[in-house]
């Protein structure tokens, strides 16, 4: 599983990038997987970034081929809504998140993360990390 956080990272060139990219490394992104509203997250965070300025549109458009050559699976089953809540009430997560967790655990899949809240969500529920 591949979160949000990671991609952002590496476009944003945030201090944790480096991170960022040895989990990208880590991971055989053909057999990655995320939630249906991954790819939408990753968008509103390049396009945020864009309209803040520290992207250009060119740059845009290149992470969102990369996005393309990727090659993720997005999990089309209809998350556990439920759950979902109950994660993110338990964790302090929002809905989105908790989403990511409820996937990695319904799936039985360790989570690629550099958000810290999420990391301290997963080790708890018992998800292991991707270092």
């Known amino acids: 599983m591949l979160d949000a ?23 055989d992104t053909s057999s ?19 309209r803040r300025g520290r992207l250009a549109r060119a740059q ?3 992470f969102v081929a990369e996005l393309a050559r990727l090659g993720v699976h997005v999990d089309r089953e209809t998350p556990d809504s439920e759950r979902i809540v109950v994660l993110a009430q338990g964790h302090g997560l929002t ?6 967790l409820e996937l990695a655990l319904r799936r039985a899949l360790p989570l ?6 999420m990391q301290q969500a997963a080790r708890r529920a018992g998800v292991p990390l991707i270092a």
């Not at 990655?32 to 997250?41: D, H, K, R, S, Y």
């Not at 809905?95 to 990511?100: E, Q």
């Not at 690629?112 to 809240?117: F, N, P, Q, R, S």
Request: glycine share 8%.
């Open 112 to 117: 690629a993360t550099l958000d810290k809240a």
């Open 32 to 50: 990655a997987v995320v939630p249906g509203m991954w790819q939408l997250e990753i968008l509103n965070g390049l396009l945020m970034g864009m």
């Open 95 to 100: 809905a989105y998140d908790a989403s990511y």
């Open 60 to 62: 845009v458009d290149g």
């Open 5 to 27: 956080s990671v991609l952002l990272a590496r476009y944003f060139r945030e201090p944790q990038a480096a991170g960022a990219l040895e989990r990208l490394d880590a991971l």
